[in-house]
């Protein structure tokens, strides 16, 4: 059993940057594929970034490209997600992410083995 906790989150002004991490407890932690999903009132929720076991692949989705950056760290078994260049449209919330994979993760909702209780990202205009 993996526990996820999120930190992090907040509200800022458009323009601006915020970093999001994710500490993971239990289970080994190199067994997982990490990433980051948001999910806003109505909607689904969707995939933002994706990171490897190893942190060597990185996977976005296109309306993050060039904004955001995923990373981990496994010494201490977290992920980051800066986000730069926030605008109103990235307000939702945060969950991170843990998929059961060492090769080729999916980085889907589906897919998904373990997910964090979420960190509000609110960004002001």
């Known amino acids: 059993q993996v526990q996820l906790v999120e930190s992090g989150g907040g509200l800022v002004q458009a323009g601006g940057s915020l970093r999001l991490s994710c500490a993971a407890s239990?289970?080994?932690?190199?067994?997982?594929?990490m990433g980051w999903f948001r999910q806003g009132p109505g909607k689904e929720r969707e995939f933002v970034a994706g990171?490897?076991?190893?942190?060597?692949?990185?996977k976005y989705a296109n309306y993050v490209k060039g904004r955001f950056t995923i990373s981990r760290d496994n010494g201490k078994r977290t992920i980051y997600l800066q986000m730069n260049s926030l605008q109103p449209e990235d307000t939702d919330v945060y969950y991170c992410?843990?998929?059961?994979?060492?090769?080729?993760?999916?980085?889907?909702?589906?897919?998904?083995?373990?997910w964090g209780e979420g960190t509000l990202v609110t960004v002001s205009s």
């Open positions: 992410a843990a998929e059961t994979s060492r090769i080729n993760a999916s980085w889907t909702a589906s897919s998904t083995d373990y």
């Open positions: 239990g289970g080994t932690f190199t067994t997982y594929a």
């Open positions: 990171v490897n076991w190893s942190g060597g692949t990185t």
